[in-house]
């Protein structure tokens, strides 16, 4: 066991919670109409499609596999036993991951891209998003190299998150584990650390704090008196922004 494992396994950790809660909290009181994910929909939206949708799904659908096994170790471990479930879940959790690789690589292509997002795109977007490409890789990574990772996740890597929660590292299981497993780990608190100073904070909020947040003021580039008349011809066009 290492000084840097123990940084990386032991200290590091707390750093980036501290900094996650910390930051979310000031970014909301400060700037609460900024924590938005800065919707590109309005910009360009049937390439978008392709890549939101499948992304959102798949991240959400892996998340909860994640949460699951940190939760419930002994359900999970209950749920493997039987080898037609386990297969059947490492199929399923790979397919999303592969999904959401996919749609996340044709998200940063067309952030670059078109010129629309440009405009609204910063350096800390592009950061996230190649953060989150490169645990996406480890994780399909491991997926296909070491099998059975929602067994030995319960089995091992539920009980140094909980050692985490409950201030008192155990991370002997960590150590032994495989150089790609611990960078994986490592990039789930990176990207904690990230979060508050990126537009992934808006998934904390939304939509529970548009019921008690101040109005928003929009403003309108259209005749207000000509959208609302009932005599306006009816148009089967989808509006465009300019």
Not at 2 to 24: H, M, Q, R
Not at 87 to 98: M, P, Q, R
Not at 203 to 215: M, N
Request: proline residues 5%.
């Amino acid at each position: 066991m290492s000084i840097l494992d123990n940084f990386l396994f032991k200290t590091f950790p707390y750093i980036a919670i501290g900094i996650f809660v910390v930051g979310f909290i000031y970014r909301y009181r400060q700037m609460g109409f900024k924590v938005s994910s800065l919707s590109s929909q309005f910009l360009e939206g049937k390439r978008g499609f392709w890549g939101t949708v499948p992304f959102h799904f798949g991240i959400l659908v892996i998340f909860l596999g994640h949460l699951t096994a940190w939760l419930f170790p002994g359900l999970t471990l209950a749920w493997n036993s039987s080898p037609v479930r386990l297969i059947a879940i490492e199929i399923l959790a790979f397919s999303f991951g592969l999904s959401v690789l996919i749609a996340l690589a044709g998200l940063i292509l067309r952030r670059l891209t078109h010129p629309r997002l440009q405009v609204v795109t910063t350096r800390m977007d592009l950061a996230i998003e190649v953060v989150l490409l490169v645990q996406i890789v480890l994780g399909c990574w491991i997926a296909l190299g070491y099998r059975w990772g929602s067994s030995w996740f319960a089995a091992d890597l539920s009980p140094y998150l909980w050692s985490i929660v409950k201030f008192n590292p155990q991370i002997n299981a960590i150590v032994a584990m495989p150089v790609v497993i611990k960078y994986h780990i490592v990039g789930v608190f990176l990207i904690l650390l990230l979060i508050p100073f990126t537009r992934l904070i808006h998934f904390l909020v939304a939509p529970f704090h548009y019921l008690w947040r101040p109005y928003q003021r929009v403003m309108w580039y259209w005749n207000r008196k000509a959208v609302r008349s009932a005599e306006t011809p009816w148009s089967t066009k989808q509006p465009r922004n300019n």
